[in-house]
């Protein structure tokens, strides 16, 4: 079957109707486009384990607050799509912002607990649009499975929560972050680095990695875990710390205490350029 480039909700729905009548397995990789390897990565999976792979293009209005990059945001539907034709996918669905809000939204999902803190702390309105938009898409293209990088951890978590609280039918299957050789984690806004800036981005992995061997080794005090985490990567110039934050995996809530599942995530600029990293860290790795 040739890939099929739906820029409507009515000809997605048209062109998945009798795929949802047969019964077959379809799944979704939500993306906002400018894909690179870790997006590729994703779309490989959900090719291998779905009947047929599904991915939207959409960068989303209204998850960026005021001053974020919403206009500079990459966008690369040609490329975009010579990779997903590649790959086998069998929908893109790249909807206009008209399309996806003819009108004023007056109708969002929020969630309580879970954005408090990471980057609902300094972006609060961020999670109710990636609710919101998610919701629609699942609506829109009702797959059986969605597949996420654990890059993005608060978003998985935050949606795993939606889709429970609200009984949404489709399963949030999580892939791993997929890194440069250095360690960098992939990113669409990796671009925006200038050389000098994508070399001290490697701090980032550096701290993160050092953190978890601390752990490993029987330092689970949370405040002097962060303090020199953030003196690792405070020794490059032209940085900015947003947060440092060491979290349990349910609420994503502060531990005083690394003594359970926890997440040690991070969100740092770089000049403009606001990078997120994050690693889990599971019952093995404890003392």
Not at 223 to 238: C, V
Request: charged share 25%.
């Amino acid at each position: 079957m040739a890939m099929k480039v739906c820029n409507t909700i009515r000809q997605t729905r048209e062109f998945l109707r009798a795929i949802h009548e047969g019964g077959k397995i379809l799944g979704l990789v939500p993306t906002m486009g400018a894909l690179h390897e870790g997006h590729l990565s994703l779309i490989r999976r959900c090719r291998a384990e779905c009947d047929l792979a599904a991915v939207s293009i959409f960068v989303n209005p209204t998850q960026f607050g005021p001053s974020e990059d919403l206009d500079s945001y990459p966008r690369t539907l040609d490329a975009d799509s010579e990779h997903c034709r590649r790959l086998g996918v069998d929908l893109i669905f790249a909807p206009t912002d008209k399309e996806m809000y003819p009108s004023a939204n007056l109708t969002w999902i929020n969630l309580d607990k879970l954005t408090e803190h990471l980057c609902g702390a300094a972006r609060p309105l961020h999670f109710r649009g990636v609710c919101t938009v998610l919701a629609k898409l699942f609506n829109i293209i009702r797959p059986d499975i969605a597949y996420f990088g654990q890059k993005d951890a608060q978003q998985l978590a935050v949606l795993r929560r939606m889709v429970a609280d609200l009984n949404v039918p489709v399963e949030i299957r999580t892939c791993p972050t997929i890194r440069e050789p250095d360690g960098l984690a992939l990113s669409s806004r990796n671009q925006y680095l200038t050389a000098d800036q994508r070399r001290q981005a490697t701090c980032l992995h550096r701290a993160l990695s050092w953190a978890r061997e601390m752990i490993a080794a029987g330092q689970t005090d949370s405040a002097p875990l962060i303090q020199t985490m953030q003196e690792i990567i405070a020794a490059s110039p032209d940085v900015r710390i947003d947060y440092i934050s060491i979290v349990d995996n349910d609420l994503l809530q502060p531990l005083s205490r690394v003594d359970r599942p926890a997440l040690i995530a991070l969100a740092v600029f770089f000049g403009n350029v606001r990078l997120i990293d994050n690693i889990d860290i599971t019952p093995h790795t404890l003392k």
